[in-house]
Each structure stands twice: as structure tokens, then as C-alpha cells.
T-cell receptor, first 113, second 116 residues
Framework: NAGVTQTPKFQVLKTGQSMTLQCAQDMNHNSMYWYRQDPGMGLRLIYYSASEGTTDKGEVPNGYNVSRLNKREFSLRLESAAPSQTSVYFC????????????FGDGTRLSIL | AQKVTQAQTEISVVEKEDVTLDCVYETRDTTYYLFWYKQPPSGELVFLIRRNSFDEQNEISGRYSWNFQKSTSSFNFTITASQVVDSAVYFCAREGNSGGYQKVTFGTGTKLQVIP
């Protein structure tokens, strides 16, 4: 069972470069989320998608865009990467409205120089 | 913002000691859910437990136990007879409905080191 799959696992970018982080889940979940994890700050929600075709901003959306391509896939794009976006990014999913725990991917460690 | 506070940034214990990780949350919701997740050194996030706000019964699962006290807005996590494999960062989280979606707020985590 793959669960939530994130690619790539690691990436180094230069300031100003663009990058798309991919996330796919095979659990038929409606809701998907993107978080960033920074030291001492826990996980902060960037964007979420309650269903295919809908996306909404979370706590820290600036500098990011997302696409819910279909029910399985939810991508996060950095149009012009900045050093402040150096972080570990987690994608998660769960069934909408069920208050079930979120299932997380293994994370993408992104460094921006 | 309705915060989740994990005041203990780092804890070190010697193997076989018991350890309690504290979690205090803020909420204006009547119905909400509380979670604990474990993040081992390998980095993935592992779900441990979910409690809803109407169920204040304490829960035990092997060496793990959770104490939910609504009166003090706390949801503490105890590991009995700690083992080296328990070394990880533990996150407490609260979920409630916010603007039509289930908003999950995470604490900043407690790093537990179990020394052999």
C-alpha cells in the first residue's frame, strides 16, 4: 500500500528558480493538504483541497500555488523560490468530513540557496 | 488563533523511565478532535491516537497512555518504561471545523531522547 507518495524526496534550488512538488494518494481521499515544517514551529498549513477542483489558502500561502489535478494528485508550486522557503514539505490526505487522522507522505526536503 | 502548546521542547530520559509529554490546547469549538503524531529520526509522521471532545476516557495502548482533561484543556501523553525506539519528535494537534474545512493546528513538538 503506497498511501501518500511525494516526489522528489530532496531538492536544492537557487533563489529565483521554480519548482513543483508532486503528491499523489491512492486511498480515494477527498481532502489533501500541503504543510511546511520548520524547526521550532511545528507544521503549518500552506494550502488545502477539500475536493477535486477546489483549493483554499492555509496559514502560510504566500509564495506558493497549488493544483488539484484530479482526486489523486495535489501539487505545490514555487514560482520564484526564496531562501525563506527552505523547509521540509509534507503532503497529507484524509476523507472529507470524517475527522479521520491525516495520512502523511514522507516529506520533501527543499533547500534554497 | 487557537493554539496548541507543547511547552517541553526537548526531554531526555534514561531507558525504562516513564515520561509524560504535555499538550495544552485552546479551542472555541464544542466539537473537536485531538491527535498525537510521532516523527522518528527517519522523518515520516506516524499517527498515534485520535480523541474526540466528548470522550474523556483515558486510553492505554501497550506502553502508551493518554490523559484527556477537558477542564484544563490538556491531552497529555505518557510512555511507560521508555525504550530507545521511542526517541522521536512528538506532535500534538487539534482539529476543529473552520470555514467549512477541518483545520488542524499542530503544536511545535517535543523532542524525546531515550538514552540507553
Amino acid at each position: 500500500n503506497a498511501g501518500v507518495t511525494q516526489t522528489p524526496k530532496f531538492q536544492v534550488l537557487k533563489t529565483g528558480q521554480s519548482m513543483t512538488l508532486q503528491c499523489a494518494q491512492d486511498m480515494n481521499h477527498n481532502s489533501m493538504y500541503w504543510y511546511r515544517q520548520d524547526p521550532g514551529m511545528g507544521l503549518r498549513l500552506i494550502y488545502y483541497s477539500a475536493s477535486e477542483g477546489t483549493t483554499d489558502k492555509g496559514e502560510v500561502p504566500n509564495g506558493y500555488n497549488v493544483s488539484r489535478l484530479n482526486k489523486r494528485e495535489f501539487s505545490l508550486r514555487l514560482e520564484s523560490a526564496a531562501p525563506s522557503q527552505t523547509s521540509v514539505y509534507f503532503c497529507a490526505s484524509n476523507p472529507t468530513g470524517s475527522n479521520q487522522p491525516q495520512h502523511f507522505g514522507d516529506g520533501t526536503r527543499l533547500s534554497i540557496l | 488563533a487557537q493554539k496548541v502548546t507543547q511547552a517541553q521542547t526537548e526531554i531526555s530520559v534514561v531507558e525504562k523511565e516513564d515520561v509524560t509529554l504535555d499538550c495544552v490546547y485552546e479551542t472555541r469549538d464544542t466539537t473537536y478532535y485531538l491527535f498525537w503524531y510521532k516523527q522518528p529520526p527517519s522523518g515520516e509522521l506516524v499517527f498515534l491516537i485520535r480523541r474526540n471532545s466528548f470522550d474523556e476516557q483515558n486510553e492505554i495502548s501497550g506502553r502508551y497512555s493518554w490523559n484527556f482533561q477537558k477542564s484544563t484543556s490538556s491531552f497529555n501523553f505518557t510512555i511507560t518504561a521508555s525504550q530507545v525506539v521511542d526517541s522521536a519528535v512528538y506532535f500534538c494537534a487539534r482539529e476543529g471545523n473552520s470555514g467549512g474545512y477541518q483545520k488542524v493546528t499542530f503544536g511545535t513538538g517535543t523532542k524525546l531522547q531515550v538514552i540507553p
